[in-house]
DNA sequence: CAGAATCCGTTAGGATACTG
DNA sequence: CAGTATCCTAACGGATTCTG
């Protein structure tokens, strides 16, 4: 194999596998979904008012991914009243935890990076 | 300031600085693009080879926003004819590797997982 | 509380054709 | 080669209302 070939290559495998990733992970919530799992939410409303702006549709249909990923458990306690259901991370879920380090740590250094230059890319504010 | 609200702020800054990340490198293509740049593609053309799928449109969109957030530089030889125009990863780009690694990682350990349970989530053949 | 149902606007992105 | 221009649609996701 020649060098272009293996470079090809290393390449295709990199992109193959990021993008695997990304089809799990990616969109608008569902890493966010995660982090707030991981972090001790459980309750559907609860995550709802932790994650800023996530409407009950969308969240529900996220949790609903996740679980089909195997990302979240949906724990229903029918031994109460009224019925309480808690979503959970998995083992699975926490093998995660790098990722969303890393990233973090990136989206922190890179918001700095642009408001020390106070540079503005695209409006982005709330209110 | 108590135990939840250290948790819901630590959770808060998660949240954010993930997002920040998501928000710049987010979307189907941005990271695909940028492991071939950093792989060593560089022509317009190359890229489009390189990264099975994508159109010239978006592929076009996708290089502005990038050069737009510092992480692509174009390069325009006019010494030469035709024109060669090359597409260059900067310094900061190189501070995503470590994401691009992660992410690559997992992907590869999920798909083994589900390959290996023989689960089929959705379908995503190409031909 | 934990959602489902409905409606509807926005947008990412695919297909194709064309240009200097 | 390095893109632009158009057109188009599927999916995303917001708002609101309703329910057990």
């Known amino acids: 194999m020649e060098k272009h070939e293996v470079k090809a290559a290393k390449c295709a495998a990199q992109l193959s596998a990021v993008e695997d990733a990304i089809y799990v992970l990616g969109g608008k919530w569902k890493l966010r979904i995660l982090i707030a799992l991981?972090?001790?939410?459980?309750?559907?409303?609860?995550?709802?008012?932790?994650?800023?702006?996530?409407?009950?549709?969308?969240l529900s249909a996220e949790l609903k991914s996740l679980e089909l990923n195997g990302l979240v458990k949906r724990v229903v306690k029918a031994d109460q009243t009224p019925v309480v259901v808690e979503y959970l991370p998995t083992e699975y879920t926490r093998s995660l935890k790098q990722i969303i380090t890393v990233l973090g740590d990136w989206g922190l250094k890179h918001k700095k990076r642009i408001t020390g230059k106070g540079v503005k890319i695209m409006e982005k504010e709330v209110e």
Chains 1, 2 share one sequence.
């Open 38 to 58: 991981l972090t001790g939410y459980h309750r559907f409303n609860e995550l709802q008012r932790t994650i800023k702006g996530i409407s009950a549709r969308v």
